[in-house]
């Protein structure tokens, strides 16, 4: 089974700053087959990103994924008050058993 | 839209029983693999379970195998998780949800409200 660490477990940040949150895979991604999403307080997970890159229906732009292998990106170039949430990325290189990471709780400096 | 709707969650005793349903609308349901995906209290995320759009392949993690089973029927547009042997560490909302094409099934593209699940004496 891949593990999946975030990191930072919690980002402080001002609206309008840039976010860069890391995601580590114990063991390489197949074909980089990682996927990005936002929770908000009391609500259900939303898709960002999968592929790793490839931005989701509806996604802004200022939502962007990177990475490969083992090691993977989501940056929110320029933050809006309604991206203060928590982040998840999950895995599906093996298919099941699908694995997320622990999250990442971006919020207001 | 596409919209999923859970019910069924409830209170439960250990070693007890719940039966989960997910009614699904606004989109081709019989054409999707849908899945069962857990959060406990001030937790992260967990998948449960997969079924595939026909049923013919389902996937349960190694902490429910044995106890849940998943189901489906496409004629009712509604997909079901039977839950038998609760355990205290079974508590938690459960979210149904689609699994993206673009995935092949295996991330999630739309989710449920969720229904809360609580297993307690």
Same mark, same amino acid.
């Given at each position: ?10 980002? +402080? ?20 087959? /990682? ?11 939303? /898709? ?15 939502? +962007? ?40 709780? /971006?919020?207001?400096? | ?121």
């Amino acid at each position: 089974e891949i593990v999946l660490t975030q990191s930072p477990d919690t980002l +402080s940040l001002s609206p309008g700053e840039r976010a860069t949150l890391s995601c580590r895979a114990s063991q390489s991604i197949f074909s980089d087959y /990682l996927a990005w999403y936002q929770q908000r307080p009391g609500r259900a997970p939303r /898709l960002l990103i999968y592929t790793a890159s490839t931005r989701a229906t509806g996604i802004p732009d200022r939502f +962007s994924g990177s990475g490969s292998g083992t090691d993977f990106t989501l940056t929110i170039s320029r933050l809006e008050p309604e991206d203060f949430a928590v982040y998840y990325c999950q895995q599906y290189s093996d298919s099941a058993p699908y694995t997320f990471g622990q999250g990442t709780k /971006l919020e207001i400096k | 839209q596409v919209q999923l709707v859970e019910s069924g969650g409830d209170l439960a005793k250990p070693g007890g029983s719940l039966r989960l349903s997910c009614a699904a609308s606004g989109f081709n349901f019989r054409d999707y693999f849908m899945s069962w995906l857990r959060q406990a209290p001030g937790k992260g995320l967990e998948w449960v379970s997969s079924m595939s759009s026909s049923g013919s392949t389902i996937y349960h993690a190694d902490s429910v195998r044995g106890r849940f089973t998943i189901s489906r029927d496409n004629a009712k547009n509604s997909l079901y998780l039977q839950m038998d042997s609760l355990r205290a560490d079974d508590t938690a909302v459960y979210y149904c949800a689609r699994g993206s094409l673009h995935c092949g099934g295996d991330c999630f593209d739309s989710w449920g409200q969720g229904t809360p699940v609580t297993v307690s004496s």
